[in-house]
C-alpha cells in the first residue's frame, strides 16, 4: 500500500475523527460521508488525510476550522456527478462536464472528492489535500481567493504535495523535479501573466493543458515559498479580506506581483 505510512502515522487522528464528527472540536461542524462502494482502505486513507490537513493547518498557521466542512467520498463517476448536482445545484449536464474534467471540487465548504476513479492512491490523496486547502483558502480570505488565478492553483498543488511529503506518503516526493520536468517536455509554456486571472488560467488549460499550466503556477508559488517560506502563502490570502489583491501579495511577499509575473521562470 503506497500510503501506509501516513496510515501509520496517523492513526490517532483517524480514532479522533470517527469520534468526533459532526461535534465542535475544530471549532466548527465537519462531515464526512462516505458512499457505500468507496473500498474499505481507501476510505481509511482518505480519513487520515484529511485530519493530516487539519493538523497540517493548525501547526503551520494557527489556523484552526472555523468554518463548516462536509465532504465526500465517491466511488465512482457516476455517484461523482450525481453528488456535484445534489450539493451544488448543478444541472445533469453542467455536472457531467465538471465531473468528466475534475476528480475533486470545493466550494464553500462543500468538498466532494471522487476516490473511485483515479487509479492511484497517491493521486486520490493528493487531489484530496488540494480540495482541502482550497477549502482554507476560502476561509482564510473570506471567499476571495480566487484573486490571482496562479496562485489560487499553484498554491493548492504546492501545499499538497508538501502536505503529502510532511506526512510521509510515499512516492509524494520530487514533486518539484515532475512539474519541472512535464514543463520541459512541453511544447510551448505558458507566461505567468496569462494565469493572473481564473478566466486566463481556464483559456491556458485548454491551449497548454492542465498539466502544464497547474505545474507552471507551483512552481512560481515555490519560488515565493523559497523566498518567504510557507508561512507567507497564507498570509497572502489574509491578507484578502482587506486588501487589494495586489497589496495582499506586496504585504505577504514583498514584491509587486506585476513585476514577479514579468520576471518568472520555471526553470
Ligand atoms: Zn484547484
Known amino acids: 500500500m503506497k500510503t501506509k505510512s501516513l496510515v501509520t502515522l496517523l492513526p490517532a487522528f483517524l480514532f479522533f475523527l470517527n469520534l468526533c464528527l459532526s461535534s465542535p472540536v475544530y471549532g466548527a461542524r465537519v462531515d464526512l460521508i462516505v458512499d457505500h462502494g468507496v473500498a474499505r482502505d481507501c476510505e481509511t486513507q482518505a480519513r487520515a488525510v484529511v485530519n493530516g490537513v487539519f493538523d497540517f493547518f493548525q501547526k503551520t498557521y ?44 470545493q466550494r464553500r465548504g462543500d468538498l466532494i472528492v471522487d476516490l473511485g476513479d483515479i487509479n492511484s492512491d497517491y493521486k486520490q490523496l493528493f487531489v484530496l489535500c488540494h480540495e482541502m486547502v ?9 471567499d476571495r481567493h480566487g484573486a490571482i488565478g496562479w496562485m489560487l492553483e499553484g498554491s493548492a498543488d504546492a501545499l499538497a504535495a508538501h502536505i503529502l511529503e510532511t506526512a510521509g506518503v510515499k512516492n ?60 507567507a502563502l497564507f498570509a497572502y490570502f489574509q491578507a484578502l479580506k482587506n486588501s487589494t489583491p495586489e497589496d495582499a501579495f506586496y504585504q505577504a511577499f514583498g514584491a ?8 518568472f521562470r520555471p526553470f
Open 172 to 231: 509524494a516526493s520530487g514533486f518539484k523535479n515532475w512539474w519541472i520536468k512535464n514543463l520541459k517536455k512541453a511544447r510551448e509554456l505558458p507566461s505567468l501573466e496569462n494565469l493572473h486571472t481564473h478566466k486566463g488560467l481556464m483559456s491556458a488549460c485548454y491551449t497548454y493543458g492542465g498539466r502544464v499550466t497547474y505545474a507552471t503556477s507551483a512552481l512560481a508559488v515555490l519560488t515565493l515559498v523559497e523566498w518567504r517560506g510557507y508561512p
Open 134 to 142: 482550497h477549502f482554507y483558502q476560502g476561509q482564510e480570505s473570506q
Open 256 to 263: 509587486k506581483v506585476t513585476d514577479f509575473e514579468k520576471q
Open 62 to 105: 494557527g489556523i484552526g476550522l472555523q468554518r463548516d466542512i462536509r465532504i465526500k467520498f465517491s466511488c465512482d463517476k457516476l455517484n461523482y456527478q450525481k453528488a456535484i448536482q445534489d450539493w451544488y445545484g448543478a444541472s445533469a449536464s453542467q455536472a457531467s462536464v465538471v465531473a468528466h474534467h475534475t476528480a475533486g471540487v
